[in-house]
Nanobody, 122 residues
Framework: QVQVVESGGGSVQSGGSLVLSCAASTNMYRHRCMGWFRQAPGQEREGIARIVTSAGIQLYADSVKGRFTISRDIAKATVTLEMNSLKPEDTAMYYC???????????????WGQGTQVTVSS
């Protein structure tokens, strides 16, 4: 069974930076994409960044474009989300996920971690 485990969350002031990491217990080539999602209290889960495992192509939600960077290390089976210029509205639980073998849309992610909390204070 595929497991993903996030780490690196915490509290930071507005304008600060955090790096989230995700360790996957899988051959990442079995998943077309790896991604990061977030969910704030009372809101729906939002896909914010995904990366095509083989090609390294990155896609971002408009809300984080230019501030967040997703990367992957296939040999280590890890995915990283570097978050800069953080805003209070970035406060949420952040989840790492692995997609199905053939899909890379926001709804194609089937394997989820437990999440790591990010809190940005003004």
């Amino acid at each position: 069974q595929v497991q993903v485990v996030e780490s690196g969350g915490g509290s930071v002031q507005s304008g600060g930076s955090l790096v989230l990491s995700c360790a996957a217990s899988t051959n990442m080539y079995r998943h077309r994409c790896m991604g990061w999602f977030r969910q704030a209290p009372g809101q729906e889960r939002e896909g914010i960044a995904r990366i095509v495992t083989s090609a390294g192509i990155q896609l971002y939600a408009d809300s984080v474009k230019g501030r967040f960077t997703i990367s992957r290390d296939i040999a280590k089976a890890t995915v990283t989300l570097e978050m800069n210029s953080l805003k209070p509205e970035d406060t949420a639980m952040y989840y790492c996920a692995a997609s199905t073998p053939g899909g890379c849309g926001w709804t194609d992610f089937a394997y989820w971690g437990q999440g790591t909390q990010v809190t940005v204070s003004s």
